[in-house]
Protein backbone atom coordinates (compact mmCIF):
# COMPACT_ATOMS: atom_id res chain seq x y z
CA UNK A 1 0.00 0.00 0.00
CA UNK A 2 1.26 3.20 -1.40
CA UNK A 3 2.05 6.22 1.38
CA UNK A 4 -1.34 8.11 0.09
CA UNK A 5 -3.56 5.15 0.56
CA UNK A 6 -1.69 4.49 3.95
CA UNK A 7 -3.18 8.21 4.76
CA UNK A 8 -6.61 7.21 3.95
CA UNK A 9 -6.33 4.08 5.66
CA UNK A 10 -5.81 5.96 8.65
CA UNK A 11 -8.76 7.98 7.95
CA UNK A 12 -11.31 6.19 6.95
CA UNK A 13 -13.09 5.09 10.61
CA UNK A 14 -13.04 9.09 10.41
CA UNK A 15 -17.01 9.19 8.61
CA UNK A 16 -17.91 6.78 11.81
CA UNK A 17 -16.22 8.26 14.34
CA UNK A 18 -16.35 12.04 13.89
CA UNK A 19 -20.38 11.60 13.61
CA UNK A 20 -20.32 9.99 16.92
CA UNK A 21 -18.16 11.71 18.38
CA UNK A 22 -19.78 14.86 17.48
CA UNK A 23 -23.15 13.30 18.49
CA UNK A 24 -21.58 13.12 22.33
CA UNK A 25 -20.41 16.92 22.11
CA UNK A 26 -23.84 18.62 20.39
CA UNK A 27 -25.59 16.43 23.69
CA UNK A 28 -23.15 17.96 26.12
CA UNK A 29 -23.63 21.83 24.36
CA UNK A 30 -27.44 21.54 24.39
CA UNK A 31 -27.81 24.84 26.36
CA UNK A 32 -25.41 26.16 23.51
CA UNK A 33 -27.76 25.96 20.33
CA UNK A 34 -26.03 28.02 17.81
CA UNK A 35 -22.70 26.04 19.01
CA UNK A 36 -24.46 22.68 18.64
CA UNK A 37 -25.56 23.94 14.89
CA UNK A 38 -22.10 24.74 13.88
CA UNK A 39 -20.52 21.71 15.39
CA UNK A 40 -22.90 19.39 13.39
CA UNK A 41 -22.55 21.03 10.23
CA UNK A 42 -18.40 21.16 10.62
CA UNK A 43 -18.72 17.67 11.40
CA UNK A 44 -20.55 16.63 8.27
CA UNK A 45 -18.73 19.17 6.36
CA UNK A 46 -15.09 17.05 7.43
CA UNK A 47 -17.10 13.59 6.34
CA UNK A 48 -17.64 14.07 3.07
CA UNK A 49 -14.61 15.64 2.53
CA UNK A 50 -12.60 12.43 3.43
CA UNK A 51 -15.55 10.62 1.69
CA UNK A 52 -14.65 12.26 -1.36
CA UNK A 53 -11.07 11.59 -1.22
CA UNK A 54 -11.58 8.01 -0.58
CA UNK A 55 -13.99 7.80 -3.70
CA UNK A 56 -10.92 9.16 -5.77
CA UNK A 57 -8.33 6.53 -4.26
CA UNK A 58 -10.56 3.62 -4.70
CA UNK A 59 -11.26 4.75 -8.16
CA UNK A 60 -7.76 5.43 -8.99
CA UNK A 61 -6.16 2.51 -7.27
CA UNK A 62 -8.44 0.13 -5.89
CA UNK A 63 -10.02 -0.88 -2.80
CA UNK A 64 -8.94 0.62 0.53
CA UNK A 65 -9.18 -1.65 3.27
CA UNK A 66 -8.77 -1.16 6.88
CA UNK A 67 -8.90 -3.72 9.87
CA UNK A 68 -9.43 -1.58 12.59
CA UNK A 69 -7.06 -2.36 15.49
CA UNK A 70 -4.92 -4.65 13.28
CA UNK A 71 -7.10 -7.38 14.44
CA UNK A 72 -6.88 -10.21 11.95
CA UNK A 73 -10.00 -11.42 9.35
CA UNK A 74 -12.25 -12.84 10.80
CA UNK A 75 -11.96 -11.61 14.58
CA UNK A 76 -11.79 -8.04 13.79
CA UNK A 77 -13.79 -5.55 11.85
CA UNK A 78 -13.08 -4.56 8.28
CA UNK A 79 -13.79 -1.45 6.41
CA UNK A 80 -13.71 -1.55 3.15
CA UNK A 81 -13.87 1.73 0.69
CA UNK A 82 -14.26 0.35 -3.00
CA UNK A 83 -15.67 2.65 -5.84
CA UNK A 84 -18.76 0.97 -5.22
CA UNK A 85 -19.01 1.86 -0.82
CA UNK A 86 -17.19 5.44 -1.34
CA UNK A 87 -19.17 6.63 -4.20
CA UNK A 88 -22.58 5.37 -1.54
CA UNK A 89 -20.91 7.17 1.39
CA UNK A 90 -19.77 10.66 -0.89
CA UNK A 91 -23.79 11.17 -2.09
CA UNK A 92 -25.27 9.99 1.04
CA UNK A 93 -23.17 12.40 3.64
CA UNK A 94 -23.57 15.16 0.65
CA UNK A 95 -27.34 15.24 1.09
CA UNK A 96 -27.19 14.98 4.74
CA UNK A 97 -24.76 17.85 5.45
CA UNK A 98 -27.76 19.68 2.82
CA UNK A 99 -30.58 18.31 4.83
CA UNK A 100 -28.70 19.08 8.19
CA UNK A 101 -28.84 23.10 7.01
CA UNK A 102 -32.20 22.82 5.78
CA UNK A 103 -33.25 21.91 9.27
CA UNK A 104 -31.07 24.21 11.02
CA UNK A 105 -33.64 26.63 9.03
CA UNK A 106 -36.44 24.97 9.74
CA UNK A 107 -35.60 25.24 13.47
CA UNK A 108 -34.89 28.92 13.79
CA UNK A 109 -38.25 29.80 11.22
CA UNK A 110 -40.54 27.72 14.06
CA UNK A 111 -38.38 28.57 16.73
CA UNK A 112 -37.77 24.60 17.37
CA UNK A 113 -41.01 24.11 18.49
CA UNK A 114 -41.36 20.73 16.59
CA UNK A 115 -38.31 19.66 16.58
CA UNK A 116 -36.08 20.59 19.69
CA UNK A 117 -32.19 20.32 18.83
CA UNK A 118 -31.66 19.38 21.78
CA UNK A 119 -32.92 15.30 20.73
CA UNK A 120 -32.67 16.68 16.77
CA UNK A 121 -28.60 17.19 16.86
CA UNK A 122 -27.13 14.59 18.43
CA UNK A 123 -29.53 11.75 16.96
CA UNK A 124 -29.22 12.90 13.26
CA UNK A 125 -25.51 12.55 13.92
CA UNK A 126 -25.86 8.98 14.99
CA UNK A 127 -27.76 8.71 11.87
CA UNK A 128 -25.69 9.99 9.57
CA UNK A 129 -22.59 7.52 11.57
CA UNK A 130 -25.05 4.29 11.37
CA UNK A 131 -25.54 5.20 7.45
CA UNK A 132 -21.44 5.73 7.26
CA UNK A 133 -20.74 2.24 9.09
CA UNK A 134 -23.16 0.40 6.58
CA UNK A 135 -21.46 1.70 3.63
CA UNK A 136 -17.98 0.66 4.81
CA UNK A 137 -18.68 -1.91 6.28
CA UNK A 138 -16.90 -5.52 5.12
CA UNK A 139 -18.23 -7.49 7.60
CA UNK A 140 -21.82 -8.53 7.56
CA UNK A 141 -22.43 -8.61 11.84
CA UNK A 142 -20.84 -4.82 11.55
CA UNK A 143 -23.20 -4.18 8.60
CA UNK A 144 -26.15 -5.24 11.08
CA UNK A 145 -24.96 -2.93 13.54
CA UNK A 146 -24.59 0.24 11.24
CA UNK A 147 -28.28 -0.80 10.34
CA UNK A 148 -29.27 -0.72 13.92
CA UNK A 149 -27.46 2.03 15.03
CA UNK A 150 -29.29 4.15 12.01
CA UNK A 151 -32.41 2.44 12.81
CA UNK A 152 -32.31 3.45 16.16
CA UNK A 153 -31.39 7.15 15.91
CA UNK A 154 -34.42 6.71 12.74
CA UNK A 155 -36.97 5.82 15.78
CA UNK A 156 -36.16 8.83 17.49
CA UNK A 157 -36.20 11.86 15.09
CA UNK A 158 -39.43 9.72 13.30
CA UNK A 159 -41.20 10.57 16.30
CA UNK A 160 -39.98 13.94 17.22
CA UNK A 161 -42.75 16.45 18.56
CA UNK A 162 -44.93 13.71 20.20
CA UNK A 163 -48.12 14.19 17.58
CA UNK A 164 -50.49 11.37 17.64
CA UNK A 165 -49.97 10.89 13.62
CA UNK A 166 -46.16 10.75 14.26
CA UNK A 167 -46.58 8.63 17.10
CA UNK A 168 -48.93 6.07 15.35
CA UNK A 169 -46.70 6.21 12.33
CA UNK A 170 -43.63 5.65 14.11
CA UNK A 171 -45.21 2.49 16.22
CA UNK A 172 -45.53 0.97 12.38
CA UNK A 173 -41.82 1.49 11.63
CA UNK A 174 -40.43 0.18 14.35
CA UNK A 175 -42.72 -2.69 14.68
CA UNK A 176 -41.74 -3.51 10.76
CA UNK A 177 -37.74 -2.68 11.41
CA UNK A 178 -37.73 -4.79 14.58
CA UNK A 179 -39.31 -8.12 12.35
CA UNK A 180 -36.53 -6.86 9.32
CA UNK A 181 -33.75 -6.76 11.93
CA UNK A 182 -34.47 -10.22 13.60
CA UNK A 183 -34.93 -11.61 9.94
CA UNK A 184 -31.32 -10.50 9.46
CA UNK A 185 -29.81 -11.78 12.44
CA UNK A 186 -31.27 -14.91 11.54
CA UNK A 187 -29.77 -14.68 8.20
CA UNK A 188 -26.27 -13.79 10.18
CA UNK A 189 -26.40 -17.01 12.66
CA UNK A 190 -27.03 -19.40 9.55
CA UNK A 191 -24.37 -17.80 7.32
CA UNK A 192 -22.14 -18.41 10.40
CA UNK A 193 -22.87 -21.73 10.83
CA UNK A 194 -22.53 -22.46 7.30
CA UNK A 195 -19.10 -21.31 6.54
CA UNK A 196 -17.94 -20.23 10.13
CA UNK A 197 -16.99 -16.49 9.26
CA UNK A 198 -18.63 -12.93 8.86
CA UNK A 199 -16.21 -11.38 6.88
CA UNK A 200 -17.74 -10.51 3.51
CA UNK A 201 -14.44 -11.30 1.66
CA UNK A 202 -14.55 -15.21 3.29
CA UNK A 203 -17.84 -15.59 2.61
CA UNK A 204 -17.74 -15.48 -0.34
CA UNK A 205 -15.03 -17.76 -1.42
CA UNK A 206 -16.47 -20.45 1.38
CA UNK A 207 -20.27 -19.90 0.13
CA UNK A 208 -19.35 -22.32 -3.01
CA UNK A 209 -18.85 -25.25 -1.12
CA UNK A 210 -22.19 -25.10 0.76
CA UNK A 211 -24.83 -27.20 -0.69
CA UNK A 212 -27.00 -25.07 -3.17
CA UNK A 213 -30.07 -26.02 -0.70
CA UNK A 214 -28.64 -24.65 2.01
CA UNK A 215 -27.23 -21.83 -0.09
CA UNK A 216 -30.71 -20.78 -1.39
CA UNK A 217 -32.28 -20.85 2.24
CA UNK A 218 -29.61 -18.46 3.68
CA UNK A 219 -29.96 -16.39 0.22
CA UNK A 220 -33.58 -15.98 0.33
CA UNK A 221 -33.50 -14.84 4.37
CA UNK A 222 -30.86 -12.20 3.88
CA UNK A 223 -32.70 -11.24 0.59
CA UNK A 224 -36.29 -10.54 3.14
CA UNK A 225 -34.13 -8.81 5.08
CA UNK A 226 -33.14 -6.38 3.06
CA UNK A 227 -35.99 -5.94 0.79
CA UNK A 228 -38.01 -4.86 4.04
CA UNK A 229 -35.55 -2.37 4.01
CA UNK A 230 -35.26 -1.52 0.94
CA UNK A 231 -39.20 -1.48 0.49
CA UNK A 232 -39.28 -4.04 -2.21
CA UNK A 233 -42.83 -5.30 -3.32
CA UNK A 234 -44.15 -6.86 -1.26
CA UNK A 235 -42.76 -5.63 1.67
CA UNK A 236 -43.08 -2.04 0.55
CA UNK A 237 -46.67 -1.41 2.40
CA UNK A 238 -45.13 0.31 5.35
CA UNK A 239 -43.12 3.23 3.64
CA UNK A 240 -45.96 5.36 2.38
CA UNK A 241 -47.50 5.28 6.38
CA UNK A 242 -44.29 5.99 7.91
CA UNK A 243 -42.54 8.70 6.50
CA UNK A 244 -45.29 11.52 5.76
CA UNK A 245 -45.97 12.15 8.92
CA UNK A 246 -42.57 13.57 10.08
CA UNK A 247 -40.98 16.73 10.07
CA UNK A 248 -39.96 17.76 6.25
CA UNK A 249 -35.95 17.62 6.89
CA UNK A 250 -36.86 13.99 8.57
CA UNK A 251 -38.57 12.91 5.97
CA UNK A 252 -36.34 14.24 3.08
CA UNK A 253 -33.29 12.02 4.99
CA UNK A 254 -35.21 8.80 4.93
CA UNK A 255 -36.19 9.17 1.65
CA UNK A 256 -32.77 9.45 0.47
CA UNK A 257 -30.84 7.58 2.86
CA UNK A 258 -32.61 4.53 4.68
CA UNK A 259 -33.88 2.63 1.64
CA UNK A 260 -30.82 3.23 -0.11
CA UNK A 261 -28.86 1.75 2.58
CA UNK A 262 -30.89 -1.69 1.71
CA UNK A 263 -30.87 -1.52 -1.60
CA UNK A 264 -26.77 -1.42 -1.15
CA UNK A 265 -26.70 -4.58 1.11
CA UNK A 266 -28.61 -5.96 -2.24
CA UNK A 267 -25.97 -5.05 -4.16
CA UNK A 268 -23.25 -6.04 -2.07
CA UNK A 269 -24.82 -9.51 -1.40
CA UNK A 270 -25.65 -10.49 -4.61
CA UNK A 271 -23.05 -9.63 -6.58
CA UNK A 272 -20.30 -10.59 -3.63
CA UNK A 273 -21.80 -13.84 -2.25
CA UNK A 274 -25.00 -15.07 -4.47
CA UNK A 275 -23.33 -13.91 -7.88
CA UNK A 276 -24.81 -16.58 -10.21
CA UNK A 277 -28.49 -17.73 -8.45
CA UNK A 278 -30.96 -18.21 -11.58
CA UNK A 279 -33.82 -18.78 -8.79
CA UNK A 280 -33.19 -15.47 -6.82
CA UNK A 281 -32.20 -13.33 -10.33
CA UNK A 282 -36.16 -14.24 -11.84
CA UNK A 283 -37.73 -13.54 -8.34
CA UNK A 284 -35.78 -10.03 -7.84
CA UNK A 285 -36.85 -9.49 -11.69
CA UNK A 286 -40.21 -10.06 -10.93
CA UNK A 287 -40.26 -8.00 -7.36
CA UNK A 288 -38.70 -5.07 -9.34
CA UNK A 289 -41.27 -4.94 -12.06
CA UNK A 290 -44.48 -5.27 -9.43
CA UNK A 291 -42.47 -2.29 -6.92
CA UNK A 292 -42.26 0.41 -10.16
CA UNK A 293 -45.71 -0.90 -11.01
CA UNK A 294 -47.58 -0.28 -7.92
CA UNK A 295 -45.82 2.17 -6.39
CA UNK A 296 -46.63 4.24 -9.58
CA UNK A 297 -50.32 3.14 -9.62
CA UNK A 298 -50.36 4.33 -5.78
CA UNK A 299 -48.46 7.72 -6.57
CA UNK A 300 -51.04 8.51 -9.10
CA UNK A 301 -53.94 7.58 -6.76
CA UNK A 302 -53.04 10.21 -4.06
CA UNK A 303 -53.48 13.59 -3.05
CA UNK A 304 -51.40 14.65 -0.78
CA UNK A 305 -47.70 15.94 -1.81
CA UNK A 306 -45.91 13.66 0.62
CA UNK A 307 -47.83 10.60 -0.02
CA UNK A 308 -47.40 11.09 -3.59
CA UNK A 309 -43.52 11.19 -3.59
CA UNK A 310 -43.64 8.30 -0.57
CA UNK A 311 -45.42 6.28 -3.43
CA UNK A 312 -42.92 7.19 -6.23
CA UNK A 313 -40.04 6.37 -3.69
CA UNK A 314 -41.19 2.97 -3.64
CA UNK A 315 -41.75 2.71 -7.57
CA UNK A 316 -38.19 4.07 -8.16
CA UNK A 317 -36.58 1.48 -6.03
CA UNK A 318 -38.11 -1.24 -8.29
CA UNK A 319 -35.72 0.79 -11.28
CA UNK A 320 -32.69 -0.59 -8.37
CA UNK A 321 -33.58 -3.56 -8.25
CA UNK A 322 -33.81 -3.90 -12.11
CA UNK A 323 -30.44 -3.45 -12.63
CA UNK A 324 -29.19 -5.93 -10.19
CA UNK A 325 -31.53 -8.67 -11.23
CA UNK A 326 -29.75 -8.80 -14.90
CA UNK A 327 -26.22 -9.21 -12.50
CA UNK A 328 -24.19 -7.99 -15.89
CA UNK A 329 -21.95 -4.94 -15.55
CA UNK A 330 -24.31 -2.87 -17.53
CA UNK A 331 -27.45 -3.65 -15.74
CA UNK A 332 -25.50 -3.23 -12.02
CA UNK A 333 -23.70 0.13 -13.12
CA UNK A 334 -27.36 1.58 -14.24
CA UNK A 335 -28.63 0.38 -10.72
CA UNK A 336 -25.83 2.16 -8.69
CA UNK A 337 -26.12 5.58 -11.29
CA UNK A 338 -29.17 5.10 -10.81
CA UNK A 339 -28.68 5.25 -6.46
CA UNK A 340 -26.72 8.19 -6.58
CA UNK A 341 -29.77 10.36 -8.71
CA UNK A 342 -32.44 9.22 -6.69
CA UNK A 343 -30.98 9.79 -3.37
CA UNK A 344 -30.40 13.32 -4.34
CA UNK A 345 -33.92 14.28 -6.60
CA UNK A 346 -35.43 12.49 -3.71
CA UNK A 347 -34.57 14.33 -0.71
CA UNK A 348 -34.68 17.69 -2.63
CA UNK A 349 -38.33 17.24 -3.19
CA UNK A 350 -39.56 16.07 0.41
CA UNK A 351 -37.66 19.66 1.11
CA UNK A 352 -39.51 20.96 -1.44
CA UNK A 353 -42.46 19.84 0.21
CA UNK A 354 -41.52 20.98 3.50
CA UNK A 355 -41.68 25.20 1.81
CA UNK A 356 -44.71 24.06 0.01
CA UNK A 357 -46.19 23.67 3.18
CA UNK A 358 -44.92 26.54 4.44
CA UNK A 359 -46.36 28.33 1.82
CA UNK A 360 -49.61 27.12 1.59
CA UNK A 361 -50.27 25.54 4.52
CA UNK A 362 -51.19 22.08 3.62
CA UNK A 363 -49.67 19.60 1.09
CA UNK A 364 -52.61 18.06 -0.41
CA UNK A 365 -53.47 19.56 -4.33
CA UNK A 366 -56.86 19.24 -3.29
CA UNK A 367 -56.74 22.61 -1.03
CA UNK A 368 -53.68 24.47 -2.94
CA UNK A 369 -53.45 26.46 -5.36
CA UNK A 370 -51.78 30.12 -6.87
CA UNK A 371 -48.39 28.62 -5.89
CA UNK A 372 -46.12 29.85 -8.73
CA UNK A 373 -47.69 33.02 -8.47
CA UNK A 374 -47.30 32.73 -4.57
CA UNK A 375 -43.76 32.36 -5.38
CA UNK A 376 -42.10 31.81 -8.27
CA UNK A 377 -38.88 30.45 -6.41
CA UNK A 378 -40.68 27.73 -5.39
CA UNK A 379 -42.29 26.92 -8.29
CA UNK A 380 -38.74 26.49 -10.27
CA UNK A 381 -37.57 24.11 -6.41
CA UNK A 382 -39.91 22.06 -7.48
CA UNK A 383 -40.24 22.03 -11.18
CA UNK A 384 -36.59 20.91 -11.97
CA UNK A 385 -36.49 17.81 -9.53
CA UNK A 386 -40.40 16.60 -10.22
CA UNK A 387 -39.02 16.37 -13.90
CA UNK A 388 -35.58 14.74 -13.00
CA UNK A 389 -37.82 12.30 -11.20
CA UNK A 390 -40.04 11.58 -14.16
CA UNK A 391 -36.96 10.80 -16.61
CA UNK A 392 -37.15 14.33 -18.61
CA UNK A 393 -33.81 14.21 -21.44
CA UNK A 394 -31.07 15.23 -20.56
CA UNK A 395 -31.33 14.75 -17.11
CA UNK A 396 -29.67 12.17 -14.70
CA UNK A 397 -32.86 10.73 -14.26
CA UNK A 398 -33.05 10.19 -17.67
CA UNK A 399 -29.26 9.36 -18.39
CA UNK A 400 -30.10 6.29 -15.13
CA UNK A 401 -33.26 5.08 -17.11
CA UNK A 402 -32.11 4.86 -20.20
CA UNK A 403 -28.82 3.03 -18.88
CA UNK A 404 -31.30 0.33 -17.19
CA UNK A 405 -33.46 -0.15 -20.79
CA UNK A 406 -30.05 -0.64 -22.32
CA UNK A 407 -29.49 -3.34 -20.15
CA UNK A 408 -32.14 -4.91 -20.20
CA UNK A 409 -32.13 -4.56 -24.12
CA UNK A 410 -29.01 -6.16 -23.74
CA UNK A 411 -30.17 -9.08 -21.95
CA UNK A 412 -32.64 -10.28 -24.48
CA UNK A 413 -34.46 -12.42 -22.31
CA UNK A 414 -38.70 -12.50 -22.11
CA UNK A 415 -38.86 -11.56 -18.61
CA UNK A 416 -36.24 -8.72 -19.18
CA UNK A 417 -38.56 -6.98 -22.08
CA UNK A 418 -41.19 -7.43 -20.02
CA UNK A 419 -38.94 -4.53 -17.56
CA UNK A 420 -37.89 -2.50 -20.18
CA UNK A 421 -42.23 -2.01 -21.02
CA UNK A 422 -42.63 -1.81 -17.37
CA UNK A 423 -40.13 0.73 -16.93
CA UNK A 424 -41.01 3.09 -19.67
CA UNK A 425 -44.84 2.85 -18.25
CA UNK A 426 -43.45 4.12 -14.78
CA UNK A 427 -41.68 7.09 -15.90
CA UNK A 428 -44.75 8.34 -17.64
CA UNK A 429 -47.08 7.43 -14.38
CA UNK A 430 -44.41 9.20 -12.58
CA UNK A 431 -44.28 12.26 -15.13
CA UNK A 432 -48.08 11.98 -14.44
CA UNK A 433 -47.99 11.95 -11.16
CA UNK A 434 -45.91 15.19 -10.50
CA UNK A 435 -47.28 16.77 -12.92
CA UNK A 436 -50.83 17.01 -10.88
CA UNK A 437 -48.88 18.24 -8.34
CA UNK A 438 -47.50 20.60 -11.14
CA UNK A 439 -51.16 21.62 -12.27
CA UNK A 440 -53.22 21.67 -9.32
CA UNK A 441 -50.87 23.07 -6.98
CA UNK A 442 -48.99 25.37 -8.93
CA UNK A 443 -50.62 26.60 -12.21
CA UNK A 444 -53.93 26.35 -10.84
CA UNK A 445 -55.40 30.16 -10.03
CA UNK A 446 -56.15 29.70 -6.20
CA UNK A 447 -59.49 31.66 -7.30
CA UNK A 448 -60.42 28.05 -9.40
CA UNK A 449 -60.20 25.96 -6.05
CA UNK A 450 -63.67 24.20 -5.96
CA UNK A 451 -65.41 25.94 -2.75
CA UNK A 452 -68.08 25.38 -0.11
CA UNK A 453 -71.58 26.39 -0.46
CA UNK A 454 -72.27 29.41 1.90
CA UNK A 455 -72.75 28.48 5.48
CA UNK A 456 -76.22 30.38 6.16
CA UNK A 457 -75.54 33.11 8.16
CA UNK A 458 -78.47 32.77 10.66
CA UNK A 459 -77.65 29.46 11.44
CA UNK A 460 -76.64 28.73 15.00
CA UNK A 461 -75.62 25.26 15.14
CA UNK A 462 -73.61 22.77 13.02
CA UNK A 463 -74.74 19.31 11.44
CA UNK A 464 -73.73 18.08 14.28
CA UNK A 465 -74.62 20.06 16.60
CA UNK A 466 -71.94 22.44 17.42
CA UNK A 467 -71.70 25.97 17.60
CA UNK A 468 -70.97 27.90 14.26
CA UNK A 469 -70.46 30.91 15.93
CA UNK A 470 -67.50 33.07 16.59
CA UNK A 471 -67.28 34.79 20.15
CA UNK A 472 -68.31 37.75 18.20
CA UNK A 473 -71.30 36.47 16.49
CA UNK A 474 -69.96 36.27 13.01
CA UNK A 475 -70.73 32.92 11.31
CA UNK A 476 -67.65 31.06 10.49
CA UNK A 477 -66.51 29.58 6.95
CA UNK A 478 -67.20 25.89 6.72
CA UNK A 479 -64.95 23.23 5.30
CA UNK A 480 -66.18 20.61 2.94
CA UNK A 481 -65.68 18.18 0.65
CA UNK A 482 -64.71 19.08 -2.67
CA UNK A 483 -62.15 18.45 -5.52
CA UNK A 484 -62.85 14.55 -6.85
CA UNK A 485 -61.16 13.57 -4.05
CA UNK A 486 -63.84 12.11 -1.15
CA UNK A 487 -63.09 13.84 2.28
CA UNK A 488 -60.54 15.92 1.11
CA UNK A 489 -61.17 19.69 3.00
CA UNK A 490 -61.78 22.11 0.74
CA UNK A 491 -59.77 25.62 1.32
CA UNK A 492 -61.29 28.35 3.25
CA UNK A 493 -62.98 31.65 2.06
CA UNK A 494 -63.40 35.27 3.69
CA UNK A 495 -62.64 38.53 4.70
CA UNK A 496 -60.16 39.31 7.26
CA UNK A 497 -61.49 41.05 10.63
CA UNK A 498 -59.24 41.21 12.65
CA UNK A 499 -55.56 40.78 13.04
CA UNK A 500 -54.13 39.13 15.74
CA UNK A 501 -50.51 37.81 16.74
CA UNK A 502 -49.47 33.69 17.32
CA UNK A 503 -51.98 32.18 14.52
CA UNK A 504 -52.62 31.62 10.58
CA UNK A 505 -50.88 33.56 7.97
CA UNK A 506 -52.50 34.54 4.47
CA UNK A 507 -50.77 34.28 1.17
CA UNK A 508 -53.79 35.94 -0.21
CA UNK A 509 -53.25 39.03 -2.77
CA UNK A 510 -53.74 42.15 -0.78
CA UNK A 511 -50.08 44.16 -1.06
CA UNK A 512 -50.30 45.94 1.99
CA UNK A 513 -51.85 43.26 4.00
CA UNK A 514 -49.32 40.16 2.74
CA UNK A 515 -48.55 37.93 5.50
CA UNK A 516 -50.60 39.13 7.92
CA UNK A 517 -51.99 36.91 10.98
CA UNK A 518 -55.53 36.11 11.33
CA UNK A 519 -58.14 33.98 13.03
CA UNK A 520 -59.27 31.24 12.42
CA UNK A 521 -62.14 30.50 11.53
CA UNK A 522 -62.27 33.49 8.89
CA UNK A 523 -65.35 35.63 9.15
CA UNK A 524 -67.27 36.45 6.50
CA UNK A 525 -68.07 40.31 6.95
CA UNK A 526 -66.19 43.37 7.18
CA UNK A 527 -65.22 44.90 10.79
CA UNK A 528 -67.26 47.61 12.07
CA UNK A 529 -65.99 50.49 10.46
CA UNK A 530 -67.01 48.99 6.99
CA UNK A 531 -63.58 48.95 5.75
CA UNK A 532 -62.45 45.02 5.24
CA UNK A 533 -58.21 44.85 5.92
CA UNK A 534 -57.81 41.91 2.74
CA UNK A 535 -60.21 39.83 0.92
CA UNK A 536 -59.44 36.94 -0.73
CA UNK A 537 -58.43 33.04 -0.45
CA UNK A 538 -57.08 31.73 2.78
CA UNK A 539 -54.81 28.53 1.60
CA UNK A 540 -54.23 25.93 4.67
CA UNK A 541 -56.16 24.58 7.71
CA UNK A 542 -57.22 26.06 11.34
CA UNK A 543 -53.27 26.66 12.94
CA UNK A 544 -51.02 25.77 9.79
CA UNK A 545 -48.47 28.62 9.55
CA UNK A 546 -48.25 30.33 5.66
CA UNK A 547 -46.37 32.84 4.71
CA UNK A 548 -45.55 33.93 1.15
CA UNK A 549 -42.13 34.55 1.86
CA UNK A 550 -39.75 31.34 1.66
CA UNK A 551 -37.17 30.85 4.63
CA UNK A 552 -33.66 31.91 3.48
CA UNK A 553 -31.46 28.92 4.92
CA UNK A 554 -34.05 26.43 4.33
CA UNK A 555 -34.50 27.91 0.74
CA UNK A 556 -30.39 28.07 -0.25
CA UNK A 557 -30.05 24.29 1.53
CA UNK A 558 -33.15 22.96 -1.07
CA UNK A 559 -31.39 25.32 -3.69
CA UNK A 560 -27.93 23.57 -3.08
CA UNK A 561 -29.60 20.38 -3.60
CA UNK A 562 -31.44 21.48 -6.73
CA UNK A 563 -27.96 22.36 -7.73
CA UNK A 564 -26.40 19.29 -6.90
CA UNK A 565 -28.67 17.43 -8.87
CA UNK A 566 -28.11 19.27 -11.51
CA UNK A 567 -24.58 18.94 -11.49
CA UNK A 568 -25.13 15.55 -11.65
CA UNK A 569 -26.78 15.89 -15.62
CA UNK A 570 -23.43 18.06 -16.54
CA UNK A 571 -20.86 15.49 -14.97
CA UNK A 572 -23.38 12.49 -15.65
CA UNK A 573 -20.32 10.88 -18.05
CA UNK A 574 -17.23 10.56 -15.65
CA UNK A 575 -20.47 9.69 -12.85
CA UNK A 576 -21.18 6.89 -15.58
CA UNK A 577 -17.76 5.92 -15.30
CA UNK A 578 -17.07 5.26 -12.43
CA UNK A 579 -20.46 3.46 -11.68
CA UNK A 580 -19.38 1.29 -14.92
CA UNK A 581 -16.03 0.26 -12.46
CA UNK A 582 -17.64 -0.06 -10.06
CA UNK A 583 -20.35 -2.53 -11.67
CA UNK A 584 -17.22 -4.09 -13.14
CA UNK A 585 -15.20 -4.92 -10.15
CA UNK A 586 -18.60 -5.94 -8.38
CA UNK A 587 -19.34 -8.68 -11.05
CA UNK A 588 -15.76 -9.67 -11.13
CA UNK A 589 -15.28 -10.01 -7.35
CA UNK A 590 -11.62 -10.45 -7.39
CA UNK A 591 -10.67 -6.86 -6.78
CA UNK A 592 -12.66 -6.28 -3.48
CA UNK A 593 -11.79 -10.22 -2.07
CA UNK A 594 -7.69 -10.03 -3.31
CA UNK A 595 -7.68 -6.43 -1.11
CA UNK A 596 -9.49 -8.26 1.63
CA UNK A 597 -7.03 -10.97 1.64
CA UNK A 598 -3.84 -8.44 0.93
CA UNK A 599 -4.69 -6.60 3.64
CA UNK A 600 -5.11 -9.52 6.05
CA UNK A 601 -1.72 -10.82 5.10
CA UNK A 602 0.15 -7.51 5.45
CA UNK A 603 -1.34 -7.21 8.98
CA UNK A 604 0.05 -10.84 9.46
CA UNK A 605 3.77 -9.54 8.30
CA UNK A 606 3.64 -6.36 10.13
CA UNK A 607 3.25 -8.24 13.33
Given at each position: ???????????????VLLPLLGAGATLVLSR?????????????????????????????????????????????????????????????????????????????????????????????????????????????????????????ASYVLLTLGGTRSRVR???????????????????????????????????????????????????????????????????????????????????????????????????????????????????????????????????????????????????????????????????????????????????????????????????????????????????????????????????????????????????????????????????????????????????????????????????????????????????????????????????????????????????????????????????????????????????????????????????????????????????????????????????????????????????????
Amino acid sequence: MNPGSTLLATLMPLPVLLPLLGAGATLVLSRRPTLQRVLSVAVLAAVVVIAALLLVAAVQNGPIVVTVGSWPVPLGITLVADPLSALMLLTSMSVTLAVLVYAIGQGVYDRDEATPITIFHPTYLVLAAGVANAFLSGDLFNLYVGFEVLLMASYVLLTLGGTRSRVRAGVTYVVVNVVSSLVFLVGIALVYAAVGTLNLAQISTRMEAVPPGTALAIHLVLLTAFGIKAAVFPLSAWLPDSYPTAAAPVTAVFAGLLTKVGVYSIIRTETLIFPDSAVTQTLLLVAAGLTMLVGALGAIAQADIKRILSFTLVSHIGYMIFGVALATPLGVAGAVFYVVHHITVQATLFCVVGLVEGVGGSTSVTRLGGLMRASPILAVLWFVPAINLGGIPPLSGFVGKLGLVQAGVADGSALAWVLVAVSVLTSLLTLYAVTKVWVLAFWRPAEQIPVPDEPDPTADQDEDGGDDEQEDGVPAARASSDGGLPGAPAPRTGTLTSVRPGTARTIAGAEGNTGAEVDWPVARTAPADGVPLLSGRLLGAPGDRVSRRLPKVMAGATCALVALGLALTVVAGPLYDVADQAAVDLVARTPYIDAVFAQTVDDRVAR
